[in-house]
């Protein structure tokens, strides 16, 4: 059972989001202050990343730790009311972040995930993430 009225759920979930969240920001100011310079949510085939770095061949995600259920992160714990619900949306995501990931490596481009938790850290090292975009490789930052 929730503790609020479906409306003022309704409202609050409306009120969330999706761009422009302060974990994006965070990690655009960093990139941009190493010198990178980036695209936002351009389109690729059939997906939005976060950012779009074409000189690199590089696009980011900047993953919320609850909306894409980040493994071990307590950030990402489940709600306890309508547990049926959120458990089949938040797969959705999961399975939709994996689905455009593998398409995007398939079209040859290198992934970056930078989770939420990753972003909360007092004193970011601008030198890690600089690595992970000069890499030719996919990864992953997290807490």
Not at 21 to 48: A, C, H, S
Not at 52 to 71: E, P, S
């Amino acid at each position: 059972m929730d503790i609020v009225s479906s409306e003022k759920r309704s409202q609050m979930m409306s009120s969330i989001k999706n761009k422009n969240t302060k974990p994006e920001i965070i990690v655009r100011k960093i990139i941009f202050d190493l010198g990178f310079r980036y695209r936002l949510n351009q389109k690729i085939g059939n997906t939005k990343p976060d950012l779009v770095l074409k000189k690199w061949n590089t696009c980011i995600f900047v993953h919320g730790c609850f909306w894409h259920q980040h493994h071990n992160c307590k950030i990402s714990s489940l709600p306890k009311s309508n547990k049926e619900f959120w458990e089949k949306k938040l797969i959705s995501n999961i399975d939709r972040d994996k689905k455009n990931i593998h398409y995007l490596n398939n079209l040859g481009w290198n992934v970056g995930v930078i989770w939420e938790c990753f972003t909360r850290k007092k004193n970011i090292d601008p030198l890690i993430l600089k690595s992970k975009i000069m890499s030719s490789n996919s990864w992953e930052l997290d807490c």
